[in-house]
């Protein structure tokens, strides 16, 4: 089955170019940060504890979710999953790379490699099918309308709105939703989540703990990036 952190990543790749849009080149690593950290949390392999990620189940049968759990464990202090959606984007060199080799292992993709002035590497990524985002999209909506009716979600609609939210924290909401009304709609029933979506509680403590920190994970590096360039 595919990860949340799988289904983001296929999500930001431009089917056009083979790479990562550049509206998400910035945001998808925290993004994928926390669709690991969420994933974890929903099979319940750790749960937040005085706000603090804790292993509760040391096993995955995901190799990347099974290392996050490692490094998650093997970390000599406690993190909040703020902290953990910084420190996994170098905790797993290259992130969106990680999980592009992951994808190819499954055969989502192939990942090819290139030598800028034959030194420096950068990947493309080619997606063996289409990429459905006018299926995504028709999923998506029939869950918020299900939301709208406050009807419980089952185990997967709660992945789905996870999923929804880090996609986007990830600056990707535009492409699922390219008309721009459709998208300002959805961001719109989104904020809403702690009010109207009837998610459980570990649902509801994903989505404002992992949301929220790669918000501000993203806004941290913009207005770094924006600083060093106006030194320069």
């Known amino acids: 089955m595919l990860?949340?952190?799988?289904?983001?990543?296929?999500?930001?790749?431009?089917?056009?170019?083979?790479?990562?849009?550049?509206r998400s080149s910035s945001a998808l690593p925290y993004g994928l940060s926390g669709a690991?950290?969420?994933?974890?949390?929903?099979?319940?392999?750790?749960?937040?504890?005085?706000?603090?990620?804790?292993?509760?189940?040391?096993?995955?049968?995901d190799p990347v979710l099974q290392k996050t759990l490692q490094i998650i464990e093997n970390?000599?202090?406690?993190?909040?999953?703020?902290?953990?959606?910084?420190?996994?984007?170098?905790?797993?060199?290259?992130?969106?790379?990680?999980?592009?080799?992951?994808?190819?292992?499954?055969?989502?993709?192939?990942?090819?490699?290139?030598?800028?002035?034959w030194i420096f590497p950068h990947y493309t990524y080619h997606l063996r099918?289409?990429?459905?985002?006018?299926?995504?999209?028709?999923?998506?909506?029939?869950?918020?309308?299900?939301?709208?009716?406050?009807?419980?979600?089952?185990?997967?609609?709660?992945?789905?709105?996870?999923?929804?939210?880090?996609?986007d924290a990830s600056k990707l909401l535009g492409i699922v939703y390219p008309d721009s009304?459709?998208?300002?709609?959805?961001?719109k029933h989104l904020k809403q989540v702690n009010k109207d979506l009837p998610v459980s509680k570990a649902v509801y403590e994903t989505i404002m703990a992992i949301e929220a920190s790669v918000v501000i994970a993203v806004t941290a590096a913009s207005t770094a990036a924006n600083s060093s360039n106006s030194s320069n």
């Open 181 to 187: 009304k459709e998208e300002r709609s959805v961001r």
């Open 36 to 61: 690991l950290i969420a994933e974890l949390m929903l099979s319940a392999n750790v749960e937040l504890q005085k706000d603090k990620v804790v292993v509760i189940h040391r096993e995955h049968e």
């Open 3 to 22: 990860t949340l952190a799988d289904m983001l990543m296929l999500t930001a790749i431009d089917p056009e170019k083979d790479r990562v849009y550049v």
């Open 129 to 167: 099918e289409e990429n459905n985002i006018t299926g995504l999209r028709e999923t998506f909506n029939t869950v918020l309308q299900k939301a709208q009716e406050k009807t419980p979600f089952n185990r997967e609609e709660e992945r789905l709105i996870v999923l929804l939210s880090l996609i």
């Open 75 to 117: 970390d000599k202090r406690k993190r909040s999953a703020k902290d953990w959606v910084y420190k996994l984007t170098t905790a797993h060199k290259n992130l969106p790379n990680v999980m592009a080799y992951h994808l190819e292992e499954q055969s989502y993709l192939d990942v090819k490699e290139h030598k800028f002035l």
